[in-house]
C-alpha cells in the first residue's frame, strides 16, 4: 500500500519546487514544526520530486521513480527513525538496513503510524549506515535523499566521537548527488553543532481543509478508530489543531491540555506559589517534547477563547487572547533554542498574567 496522500503545505512545497527548479536547494535541511503536523511525509515528498524524472509538474506520480518512492521502496530514498536497539550491541551496516527495510514496510502497510514509542532512538549504528549509503552512489536514481525524522532523538555517546564526527561532515559537505533532510518537532533538542550545519524551514499547522482530507483518508480513520479520539469529524478537528498526525498520539496530546489548562489557569490565578509550581512541573532540557507539546495545546485553548470572544462580540476579550497567543508563540521561539523549559515557562506566566488582567 502506498504512503499516505500528502495534503496542505502548498506554500512550503513551492518554495522547495522553486528552490530545486533553480538549482538552489540547500544540500542539508531541517523540517521543523508541531508533532503531528506530517514533516516526515513532507520530506518523502522532497525526496520523491528529487528523483522523479517524468513529466512536469513534478514529482509527476507516474514515472517508475515516483511509483517507487509512492510505495516507500525506492533504493535511493532512505527513510530512517527512531527504532529500538538490536540485540547485537554492534550491528552490521546490512543488519541495521534490513531493520529498516522491515520497519518502512510496516508504516507503508497503511501509511498511517503512531510517534514512535518513548524508548526508541536513532543510534549510532543508524548513523553509521546512513553514512556508509551516502559514500555510495545512487542505485536508481540520479540523486540519493537521506531522511532522517524525529532527528532530536539522536543519540550520541562520547565513545561514538568518529561516527557522530561523520555525520557532521555528512551534514557540512552532502556529496554532490545526496539531499539530507532532517525532520524534528523539538529543534531545540539538537546539538548546537547540527542546528548549524543545516538550513531549518518551518512547517506550519494545516489548513482546516487539509486537515478534514487526512481525517477523510480511509487508513487514518481505522487507525483513529482504535485510539480514544472522538468519533465527530469537527471535534477530531479540533482536536487536532492543525496536526491531525497528533491525534494517533491521543493520550500524549490530552495530557498537554491538561498540562496547558493548568498553566493558563496559573497565569489567571495571579498567584506566585501557583506559577512556581507550574513552572518546575515543565521538567528541565529533556522535557523539552513535552514542553512544545503542551505551548501547542495552550495556542489551541487560547483560539478558543478568541472565537469565544468574538462570538460573544467581547472585542476586548478576543484582543487580549491575541496578544496572548502572541506571548506564547514567542515562547515557542525560545523553546526551539537549548533554553530550559522551566525559564521559560516562569517568563511566559509572567507575561500572561499581564496580558489577560
Not at 503536523?37 to 513532507?42: D, E, H, I, S
Not at 489567571?268 to 517534547?289: P, V, W
Not at 460573544?312 to 526551539?336: F, M, Q, S, Y
Request: aromatic share 4%; glycine share 8%.
Amino acid at each position: 500500500m502506498p504512503l499516505l496522500t500528502l495534503h496542505g503545505h502548498e506554500q512550503i512545497r513551492r518554495r522547495l519546487d522553486d528552490a530545486i527548479s533553480r538549482g538552489a536547494l540547500p544540500g542539508s535541511l531541517l523540517l521543523q514544526g508541531p508533532m503531528g503536523v506530517g514533516k516526515q511525509r513532507l520530506a518523502l515528498w522532497l525526496g520523491q520530486r528529487l528523483v522523479c524524472d517524468g513529466a512536469e509538474p513534478r514529482p509527476c506520480g507516474s514515472c517508475q521513480h515516483c511509483r517507487y518512492a509512492l510505495a516507500g521502496a525506492h533504493p535511493d530514498i532512505h527513510w530512517y527513525f527512531p527504532r529500538p536497539r538490536l540485540k547485537d550491541t554492534d550491528p552490521s551496516t546490512e543488519d541495521v538496513e534490513d531493520d529498516f527495510r522491515e520497519a518502512v514496510g510496516e508504516r507503508t502497510k497503511t501509511g498511517v503510524y503512531p510517534p514512535p514509542p518513548p524508548e526508541d532512538a536513532i543510534l549510532i549504528a543508524t548513523i553509521r549506515a546512513m553514512a556508509h549509503s551516502a559514500s555510495l552512489l545512487p542505485a536508481l536514481a540520479a540523486r540519493s535523499v537521506y531522511v532522517l525524522g524525529d532527528a532530536d532523538k539522536l543519540v550520541v555517546r562520547e565513545d561514538a566521537e568518529f561516527a557522530a564526527g561523520a555525520f557532521l561532515k555528512l551534514l557540512e559537505e552532502p556529496p554532490p548527488r545526496a539531499t539530507i533532510v532532517l525532520t524534528s518537532s523539538e529543534p531545540g533538542a539538537l546539538i548546537p553543532t547540527i542546528r548549524s550545519r543545516v538550513v531549518a524551514l518551518r512547517v506550519p499547522p494545516l489548513s482546516p481543509a487539509a486537515v478534514d482530507a487526512v481525517l477523510a483518508e480511509p487508513a487514518m480513520r481505522e487507525a483513529l478508530s482504535a485510539v480514544d479520539v472522538p468519533p465527530r469529524a469537527e471535534e477530531q478537528r479540533r482536536l487536532a489543531h492543525g496536526a491531525p498526525g497528533a491525534l494517533l498520539a491521543q493520550g500524549e496530546w490530552l495530557g498537554a491540555l491538561a498540562r496547558a489548562r493548568s498553566l493558563l489557569d496559573a497565569a489567571t490565578a495571579s498567584d506566585r506559589r501557583e506559577q512556581m509550581r507550574a513552572s518546575l512541573g515543565q521538567g528541565g532540557a529533556k522535557a523539552r517534547g513535552a514542553f512544545t507539546t503542551a505551548l501547542d495545546a495552550l495556542t489551541m485553548l487560547l483560539h478558543e477563547r478568541s472565537r469565544a470572544a468574538v462570538e460573544r462580540g467581547n472585542h476586548r476579550g478576543a484582543r487580549i487572547a491575541a496578544r496572548a497567543l502572541d506571548l506564547v508563540e514567542d515562547a515557542k521561539e525560545l523553546a526551539t533554542g537549548n533554553v530550559n523549559p522551566q525559564l521559560i515557562t516562569s517568563e511566559l506566566l509572567r507575561r500572561l498574567e499581564a496580558a489577560l488582567r
